[in-house]
């Protein structure tokens, strides 16, 4: 939480592409704050210094060739000597810090969690809970064998597997890991949560049994059925998931990822699913995005790939920049503001 105390009338800047459709939701923003333009840097190069000195606020948003990125902040930083707020729509922010935005008095503040709806969930916990239910099931009932014999035109029953009962461990019990522990409960489910935190809140104890350090990486995926990875990346999770680790993983166990590439280490994922040491792995993120044409990831029946895209949904967009307008609100009026980032240690 942090509280700031604005200038009247507060001047906002955007850095996003001006075709962003989510953009239409800042006519909510309070009548007393000013969007002084929306682009990218060469868009602003007629403000003059006087102008630039105005803006109190930076929202960076967009998504893929719209989205705001690095360098375009890096380059208006210096630009905006009374710089108070900036915004990222987005949740990660490995792909946004720099050293003069760390080392800034600045406020940052992202999209991690507090949904505008009201449901104290962040704007893309559903949707990526939603994935690694789906995932899990997927390898449950042999999807890859189901697809097989439709195209062989093949009626070969077999048995297939419940969640029931299963134990599902959460590497990163922030607002995603609960919103996937929450759905690994109505699939009656065990869950083992991993964080640095091992203090169960009254409200968590409904959808975690157990929770560990992360020093107890290899004892949490020994146990488990279902690791669903869903850290943020930083250098204390740089391949937090690693080689040792994936080896004390269960033969029939699945690795699923939802938080960032490299916080698994991916050439020891490929060896383990290649070997068939493990069962499967579903896999959103990965250590190089796009994923490079000749990753032996594509070739893996038993890896499930989707392009960093399973939190893509039509309403993220328009609720993240939802959010940005409530927080808005609470910048005008002096109060504090919801989901401030600790920049020096990258969430």
Not at 27 to 44: A, C, R, Y
Not at 131 to 156: E, G, H, I, N, T
Not at 182 to 211: C, F, H, N, W
Not at 312 to 325: A, G, L, M, N, P
């Amino acid at each position: 939480m942090s509280q700031i105390s604005p200038d009247k009338p507060v001047k906002l800047i955007v850095v996003a592409g001006k075709n962003s459709p989510e953009l239409s939701v800042l006519s909510k923003l309070p009548q007393s704050i000013e969007v002084v333009g929306i682009g990218k840097p060469e868009d602003f190069a007629h403000l003059t210094p006087d102008e630039c000195s105005s803006i109190s606020v930076l929202l960076n948003c967009g998504v893929g060739e719209n989205a705001g990125k690095k360098h375009d902040v890096q380059a208006l930083w210096g630009k905006l000597p009374n710089l108070k707020w900036m915004h990222s729509a987005s949740a990660g922010l490995e792909h946004l810090l720099f050293q003069e935005m760390v080392d800034s008095d600045i406020v940052l503040t992202n999209a991690k969690i507090y949904c505008p709806s009201g449901s104290n969930q962040g704007v893309y916990s559903n949707s990526l809970a939603e994935f690694s239910l789906l995932a899990c099931k997927w390898f449950a009932m042999d999807v890859p064998r189901l697809l097989k014999a439709k195209r062989d035109r093949q009626w070969a029953p077999f048995e297939v597997e419940e969640l029931r009962g299963k134990i599902m461990g959460v590497i990163g019990f922030g607002d995603i890991g609960k919103a996937c522990g929450r759905l690994g409960k109505a699939y009656q489910m065990k869950v083992l949560g991993l964080r640095r935190k091992t203090e169960i809140s009254s409200s968590e104890a409904a959808i975690v049994d157990k929770m560990y350090r992360p020093d107890q990486i290899c004892e949490l995926m020994s146990m488990c059925d279902y690791v669903v990875v869903s850290t943020p990346y930083t250098p204390d999770t740089h391949h937090l998931v690693s080689a040792e680790a994936i080896a004390a993983m269960k033969p029939n166990a699945v690795l699923v990822n939802v938080g960032r590439g490299k916080c698994i280490n991916e050439a020891a994922l490929i060896e383990a699913l290649s070997s068939k040491k493990i069962r499967g792995a579903a896999l959103d993120v990965f250590e190089t995005e796009p994923l490079p044409t000749d990753s032996p990831l594509w070739e893996l029946e038993n890896a499930l790939i989707t392009p960093h895209c399973a939190d893509r949904t039509k309403e993220f967009q328009v609720e993240s920049i939802e959010f940005f307008v409530s927080n808005a609100e609470r910048f005008v009026n002096g109060e504090e503001l919801m989901n401030v980032c600790d920049k020096r240690s990258g969430y």
